[in-house]
């Protein structure tokens, strides 16, 4: 089992659905959402949340900066 | 995972990655997926974790990224098209104890811009250059720059570039490493998490060269330009991997 676990919060009204957090997912936590935001953009969103482990590759990857990652150690 | 169980984890003290605090409310003009955001992120994460907010100059220059100044929270002047490094050096020859760097593609330093910049390399002028290598004009709609390479196709060589006909695809960070002006010379890119992280390490380090007064720092970023390469943007990250790096090899070309 996973030493962390982890989430995203995503900024969803400011996602452009590029999905290039969804490739850099290693555990494939994130899909774009069939759901559009108020430009008609896909958002990204947690699809698997219990597969995150916080490793942050989605977030150094958004060019848009709207991703918060949150990673806590498992006990 | 329960619900409760996310809001165990979504706390103030298990965040590990936000926003930097430098980037501004400003949403992005950029397409999604474009590279310039990713770099205007690392930059601003750099300046934020230098501490040097108050103390650093930006040039944006002329290309898409002509409103950098919109989102990075700390002085900038614009520039015309391809003199970025001009403003630059009288910034901060007015101003020597401030951090000053340009912020250029490949159309705006390497094609209107080449003379400013081997200028500005040779006179070795305390500056960061970082050069956003798309091998392409993104701005006015996907025509072909210096660096584009051979073959690809762009709205000025809809049959690919031709070297006959548009001579061949330059390596303008090469040529100036040759230059006695520059003291680091590197070549870097932003798709995946650990390139990203490599780029944000040359990019800090080229600013805190800015102190040692050992000449021009230059950070090419190999990057994307989905809507002018008229792909995806992960897609786009596959060409850039499959064509791209053979041309422009990423690393440190010169570091003294
Ligand atoms: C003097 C002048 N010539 C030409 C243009 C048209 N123009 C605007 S941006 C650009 C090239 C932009 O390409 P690049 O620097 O690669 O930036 P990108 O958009 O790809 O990031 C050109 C030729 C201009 N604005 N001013
Ligand atoms: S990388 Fe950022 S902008 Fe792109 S889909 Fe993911 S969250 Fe949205
Ligand atoms: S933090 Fe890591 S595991 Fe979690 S969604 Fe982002 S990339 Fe996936
Ligand atoms: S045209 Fe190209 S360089 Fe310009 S914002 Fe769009 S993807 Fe980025
Ligand atoms: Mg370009």
Known sequence: ?75 | MSRMELTDIIKEENLVLKKSALLTDNVMHYCPGCTHGVVHKLIAEVIEELGIQEQTIGISPVGCSVFAYNYIDIDWAEAAHGRAPALATAIRRLHPEKYVFTYQGDGDLASIGCAEIMHACNRGENIVVIFINNAIYGMTGGQMAPTTLLGQVTATTPYGRDAKLNGFPMKITELLAQLDGTCYVTRQTADTPAAVRKTKNAIKKAFQNTRLDKGVSFVEVVGTCNSGWKMTPVDANKWMHEHMFEKYPLGDIKDI
């Open chain 1, 1 to 75: 089992m996973a030493k962390f676990r982890g989430a995203i919060v995503v900024d969803t009204e400011h996602c452009k659905g590029c999905s290039l957090c969804v490739v850099a997912c290693p555990t494939h936590v994130i899909e774009l959402n069939p759901d559009v935001n108020g430009k008609g953009y896909h958002y990204a969103y947690m699809k698997n949340p219990e597969a995150c482990i916080g490793c942050a590759s989605c977030g150094l990857v958004c060019p848009d900066s709207v991703i918060s990652v949150y990673k806590k150690a498992v006990e």
